[in-house]
């Protein structure tokens, strides 16, 4: 099975939220090995990779009609009906690859980035996606990228546009901790690396935060 049909088949096809329970569950236990990291919010969460999608979408809205910050009114269920196919997790990214592929391989990325998902954490993560009820190459599609190195420029390099480049952002601030001076070194390096402008970070951090509480 390539690797396209995998992932459609892997997150249920991703295209509303509810959907894509594996994905909650794979990025819940590496969120969980991580003290005291805690979800709040809207309830989008991470049940479903398309959440990533209509936060950006909205962030980017914001920042075009110039809007502040401050002013980002919070993601609906309804507005992934409304979201511009260009932020969806189900197109191509940059490399061909489907884009849910792009974000859950940057999520990963950015909870391992501070070294504190260690050996033993690792280990307690392969056991809670033991428990998903994954097929075997699903499983090993998982295992595979949780135990990668996984790199900013990996992460650079699949963006398709700067609508991609604003997810893939979004995406990993949403498991990482901004207090953390090494989280936000990794943070600031990454929209450095991904060529967002300083107002837009802004509009996607508002986001997240509303996300996270």
Same mark, same amino acid.
């Given at each position: 099975m390539?690797?396209e049909?995998?992932?459609?088949?892997f997150?249920?096809g991703?295209?509303?939220? &509810?959907?894509g329970?594996?994905? &909650?569950?794979?990025?819940?236990?590496?969120?969980?090995?991580?003290?005291?990291?805690?979800?709040?919010?809207?309830?989008i969460?991470?049940?479903?990779?398309?959440?990533? &999608?209509?936060?950006?979408?909205?962030?980017?809205?914001?920042?075009?009609q110039?809007?502040?910050?401050?002013?980002?009114a919070p993601?609906?269920?309804?507005?992934?009906?409304?979201?511009?196919?260009?932020?969806?997790p189900?197109?191509p990214?940059?490399?061909?690859e489907?884009?849910?592929?792009?974000?859950? /391989?940057?999520?990963?990325?950015?909870?391992?980035?501070?070294?504190?998902?260690?050996a033993?954490?690792?280990q /307690?993560?392969?056991?809670q996606?033991e428990?998903?009820?994954?097929?075997?190459?699903?499983?090993?599609?998982?295992?595979?990228?949780?135990?990668?190195?996984?790199?900013?420029?990996?992460?650079?390099?699949?963006?398709k546009?700067?609508?991609?480049?604003?997810?893939l952002?979004?995406a990993?601030?949403?498991?990482?901790?901004p207090?953390?001076a090494?989280? /936000?070194?990794?943070?600031?390096?990454?929209?450095? /690396?991904?060529?967002?402008p &300083?107002?837009?970070?802004?509009?996607?951090?508002?986001?997240?935060?509303?996300?996270l509480?």
């Open positions: 390539d690797a049909k995998l992932m459609k088949k997150l249920g991703s295209s509303g939220f &509810g959907k329970a594996a994905t &909650g569950g794979i990025l819940g236990a590496v969120l969980g090995s991580k003290k005291g990291r805690k979800m709040a919010g809207s309830g969460k991470y049940a479903g990779l398309a959440a990533a &999608g209509v936060m950006a979408w909205k962030a980017y809205q914001s920042w075009q110039g809007k502040q910050p401050e002013q980002a993601v609906q269920q309804d507005d992934v009906k409304q979201m511009d196919p260009r932020f969806s189900t197109a990214a940059a490399g061909g489907p884009f849910q592929l792009s974000l859950m /391989r940057a999520m990963i990325g950015a909870a391992k980035a501070d070294g504190h998902v260690d033993t954490e690792q /307690r993560i392969f056991e996606v428990q998903l009820g994954l097929a075997a190459d699903e499983k090993a599609l998982v295992f595979d990228m949780l135990s990668a190195e996984i790199s900013i420029n990996d992460i650079v390099a699949s963006a546009g700067p609508e991609q480049a604003a997810e952002y979004l990993s601030r949403l498991v990482m901790d207090d953390e090494s989280e /936000r070194v990794w943070l600031e390096a990454l929209a450095h /690396r991904l060529q967002l &300083g107002d837009l970070v802004a509009h996607l951090e508002q986001q997240a935060k509303q996300e509480g």
